[in-house]
């Protein structure tokens, strides 16, 4: 395949489902380079309550896209390599019970707020607002009970050359303690050229704070198939946020210059993670916001390649955000097995969660992650995929 054809991601999907669930059946064609499938739902399974969870799948430009309702999340991702040979990039499980007891985010959009809260605390207009402290003390991903653990309103379309799903809720007031009420709206968009696309909105009826993202765990050489520590990672980034042992930003844009935080040039992932400096201390790896050089921007701009050796597959990454939450997998330990059946060991998968920064709230110099009633928060990112 030449390098010239590219597929863009920015969640993702096909195989890997319970038995009972939908998969590659009769009358279900796979996707090559120009095929296109209206979007299909299927039961996926249902919550302890009854409430009904689908999985979608959507096929366009020569990849295959699953996506649950239950978190939005993305189930799998079929994109080809060298060869024209499919494989599923993403990491998941193939049952719903393992997403809801077990999982450390796969695949899901993260809300209200993506990444970090210091204390689960933040003060907005002079009223401070306590938040549920599900991480060493900290608020994490939204809460206890964010975003990744609701089911997601889901409506499929097909547009000129676009297949996509919009996916909706409304967020309560004072749900995980965060103020207004807020109207999410989230666009998962596949078009003929390959092109896969996340468009996040929200608007409040009160004053609050919003961090939407995507936790995709890719690896580019094929789910399960072990280490992504030989992937090669390129980010035009020159600074980072420092964090303490608990992982909470110090405030500090540090230079990555003379760090392992450095990728301005591709390295391996693997280069520099055994060093013994003490920010991989805190994390056990990575798992730090690097600071994107081109800040906050209207329309995404490309930030990030990776490149996989062994099938070729290349993924670059567009955003409008001023942040990378760049994450090694680091506390992925055996215990969890996905949707090849092959257990998920350190490092088998990576996290590129393009957001603002953690603990915003709480730090003034940080670009602003508050939002106010008349406004609309908007963001976009996009991920392509190519193959050498």
Not at 30 to 56: K, M, Q, Y
Not at 144 to 151: A, H
Not at 374 to 387: C, E, K
Request: include cysteine; glycine fraction near 12%; aromatic fraction near 8%.
């Amino acid at each position: 395949m030449s390098t010239s054809r590219r597929t863009v991601i920015a969640a993702a999907a096909a195989a890997g489902l319970a038995a009972a669930a939908v998969g590659p059946g009769a009358g279900e064609a796979h996707a090559g380079s120009g095929d296109s499938a209206a979007p299909r739902r299927a039961r996926f399974g249902e919550l302890a309550d009854g409430t009904r969870v689908d999985i979608w799948t959507l096929a366009c430009g020569g990849i295959r896209l699953k996506v649950l309702s239950y978190g939005g999340i993305v189930q799998s991702l079929e994109v080809p390599d060298r060869h024209g040979r499919p494989a599923n990039v993403s990491l998941g499980f193939a049952d719903l019970e393992s997403y809801v007891e077990r999982s450390p985010y796969f695949g899901a959009l993260i809300g209200r707020y993506g990444n970090r809260i210091a204390n689960g605390r933040f003060t907005l207009d002079g009223r401070t607002y306590e938040l549920p402290r599900n991480d060493n003390g900290h608020s994490l991903h939204g809460g206890d009970l964010g975003f990744d653990k609701r089911v997601w309103r889901v409506e499929p379309f097909t547009r000129r050359g676009e297949v996509g799903l919009v996916l909706t809720r409304t967020s309560p007031d004072g749900e995980m303690g965060y103020p207004g009420t807020l109207e999410v709206r989230v666009e998962y968009v596949l078009t003929r050229h390959g092109d896969f696309r996340i468009d996040y909105e929200a608007t409040t009826d009160r004053p609050t704070v919003v961090n939407l993202t995507n936790h995709t765990y890719f690896n580019l050489a094929g789910e399960g198939s072990g280490s992504i520590l030989d992937h090669r990672l390129e980010v035009a980034a020159s600074r980072y946020t420092p964090v303490g042992e608990t992982l909470i930003p110090t405030g500090e844009l540090a230079r990555v210059a003379g760090t392992p935080f450095d990728f301005r040039r591709a390295k391996p992932i693997g280069a520099d993670i055994r060093e013994g400096h003490p920010q991989l201390l805190f994390g056990r790896g990575y798992d730090h916001n690097l600071v994107l050089d081109k800040g906050i921007t209207a329309e995404p701009e490309h930030v990030i390649t990776v490149s996989e050796p062994t099938s070729g597959r290349v993924m670059r990454i567009a955003t409008t955000e001023p942040g990378v939450q760049f994450y090694s997998g680091n506390f992925l330990d055996g215990t969890l097995a996905g949707t090849s059946g092959r257990v998920y060991r350190q490092s088998d998968g990576f996290c590129l969660e393009t957001q603002h920064f953690p603990d915003s709230p709480n730090q003034p110099s940080f670009p602003s992650t508050v939002l106010r009633p008349g406004r609309t928060y908007r963001t976009t990112t996009v991920h392509s995929f190519s193959a050498d």
